[in-house]
């Protein structure tokens, strides 16, 4: 008899007992420092891990040492030696495809990790939907701060199956090969593999690849993959350098040749979306960048735009003509030498900023400039308030009688005019937590030709003229608001990003950044009196695509750290 029940309970545990059928194909070099923790989050995965191929890339630095003596005592790693370095992840990843016997396979690099539980969710997505392909949700993971950054998050709101890939065109968006399992099976069967050699964008080739194959997905909300980003790291990853014109070069040969895989399947309404996600996403984030670089580079990075859009058809520009991607790209169409490029930078932000001029054509068209008039703003003035790209400037100035914000509102070809602002709410996020914010509680009322309440943290109003015409002519509104510095400064030395809320009557509103003026003085380092602290040392910065920043470090501790990082800097 208990032999009896012994049987049956092993069969019913053996039941719950996840099947072996995943294989994690690790890829690394000259990552000692790394690559053995990727290889151990992904033998952390419990059973349904079969085994681990573990592919060295030729590495100098004695990770392949590491990779054996590990191997040594786990029997679910094997470890591959390639004999010449290839230069890129494509190669090293097919290595691993093709030594590969379980029936589904997952992509990890050395610098990354799997997070508990990652196999198990896309493994169970996948077999009880029947997919050709699991997707689940990475993060990236700012090091050191741990700041995390969700990953086409949108995509992966709840659990999801898509029968077709035409039936959700945002997995276009999602282009990286790490945060999905795939049956084995139908990558072979349609020969889906990596760009080969020296190819730095090879997931959006491969994601290309897979979509043209019309694989069955699902999506699952769960965390599944963390992308360490290190940008401090003595040897950047190959997509985070992007100092040369080369690395722009390699993206949109790699976005072209997404474009010609998913037309030449048929996939044409995916391939459309594939030029309009290098319009949003590509192009917007280069953009920002654009204007730290020398001048030969951007030369360079214009002529290669230039010629990369020259392949784009009318069906490609006249999808949502007003949105900031497409019109940052005509303008670069339309122009032989770089132009514009603080403008631009404003119009690649995220929210978007549309900074004046507020040019017209000759017959009253909104234009893009005056020698520019084939570019045509028209979209904006149907467009809805809350989708406008606004412009807000915004001026900061520590001070011991009392730090404040001054915010200038640009009008909008009348727009905002007929909108009516009423208020500005203005938060403050900090850096590594965007759940920790700083903002005020007072009411905010539109009041004719006031500021804000004096004295409440972070209440202001705007005022300005009532109709289109005088509005357009005065060009906004303006706003004034007191930063509460003791609030920034009770989390210690901490870096905090302005978003603003602009109120409109009705009930609209729209959350915006705002333009740092860079004038004399106005980016100065300031130190604040502080009567719990001794003194706050304030710093106010413009970001990489031109909005407010502040930095805070209270005490003489964390002005003593400024000090130092200034000058571990200026070593460097």
Not at 273 to 282: E, Q, S, T, Y
Not at 461 to 473: H, K, L, N, V
Not at 474 to 484: I, L, P, Q, R
Request: with cysteine; charged share 25%.
């Amino acid at each position: 008899m208990n032999a009896v029940v012994d049987t049956a309970v092993d069969a019913a545990v053996n039941a719950e007992r996840p099947v072996p059928e995943v294989a994690v194909v690790v890829i690394g070099y000259d990552d000692a420092a790394h690559v053995t923790d990727a290889v151990r989050s992904a033998l952390a995965q419990g059973p349904a891990v079969r085994e681990v191929v573990a592919v060295d890339d030729c590495s100098t630095d004695g990770s392949a040492v590491l990779l054996d003596r590990l191997a040594a005592s786990e029997r679910r790693l094997r470890v591959i030696r390639r004999r010449v370095n290839s230069g890129g992840c494509g190669t090293p990843r097919n290595t691993g495809l093709a030594a590969v016997t379980s029936p589904y396979v997952m992509f990890l690099d050395s610098d990354d990790v799997l997070p508990p539980g990652a196999v198990d969710a896309l493994l169970a997505a996948a077999r009880g939907a029947h997919a050709e392909v699991a997707s689940g949700l990475c993060v990236r993971r700012e090091l050191p701060s741990g700041r995390e950054v969700p990953w086409q998050a949108r995509l992966y709101a709840h659990h999801a199956v898509v029968p077709h890939p035409a039936r959700r065109p945002g997995l276009v968006h999602d282009t990286l090969c790490v945060n999905k399992l795939y049956r084995t099976g139908f990558l072979r069967e349609h020969g889906i593999r990596f760009p080969e050699g020296r190819f730095p964008y090879e997931d959006v080739v491969f994601t290309a690849r897979v979509l043209a194959a019309a694989p069955r997905v699902a999506l699952v909300p769960d965390l599944v993959y963390v992308w360490h980003v290190r940008r401090s790291a003595e040897r950047l990853s190959i997509s985070l350098d992007r100092a040369g014109a080369d690395n722009w070069r390699a993206r949109t040969e790699a976005c072209r040749q997404a474009y010609e895989v998913l037309l030449g399947a048929g996939q044409k309404e995916l391939a459309r979306v594939a030029r309009a996600k290098f319009l949003d996403h590509d192009l917007r984030m280069y953009l920002r960048e654009l204007g730290l670089r020398d001048v030969t580079y951007r030369r360079a990075w214009w002529e290669l735009t230039r010629a990369h859009l020259a392949e784009y058809d009318a069906a490609d520009w006249a999808r949502n003509p007003a949105a900031p991607g497409r019109l940052a790209g005509r303008v670069v169409l339309a122009s032989p030498e770089p132009r514009d490029l603080p403008r631009l930078r404003e119009l690649a932000a995220r929210p978007a900023r549309l900074y004046p001029p507020y040019a017209r054509s000759e017959d009253g068209t909104p234009v893009w400039s005056a020698d520019l008039p084939q570019i045509s703003l028209e979209p904006l003035l149907t467009r809805p308030v809350a989708e406008l790209p606004l412009a807000v400037d915004a001026e900061l100035r520590p001070h011991a009688r009392g730090t404040r914000l001054r915010l200038h509102l640009h009008e909008l070809y009348g727009r905002l005019a007929q909108a009516g602002p009423k208020a500005v709410e203005v938060e403050w996020r900090h850096r590594d937590d965007e759940d920790t914010t700083v903002r005020g509680t007072a009411a905010l009322v539109w009041s004719a030709g006031r500021t804000g309440a004096a004295g409440s943290a972070e209440s202001t109003q705007f005022t300005g003229p009532a109709d289109d015409r005088s509005a357009e002519a005065a060009g906004g509104w303006s706003a004034e608001t007191v930063v509460d510095l003791a609030a920034l400064a009770a989390l210690g030395m901490s870096t905090w990003d302005l978003r603003l809320r602009i109120l409109f009557r009705e009930g609209v509103s729209r959350e915006v950044t705002a333009h740092a003026l860079t004038g004399a003085g106005l980016l100065r380092r300031g130190a604040v009196p502080s009567a719990r602290h001794g003194l706050v040392l304030v710093q106010p910065y413009a970001t990489h695509s031109g909005a407010l920043a502040l930095r805070v470090a209270p005490g003489v501790r964390g002005a003593l750290s400024v000090v130092r990082g200034r000058l571990r800097r200026l070593v460097h």
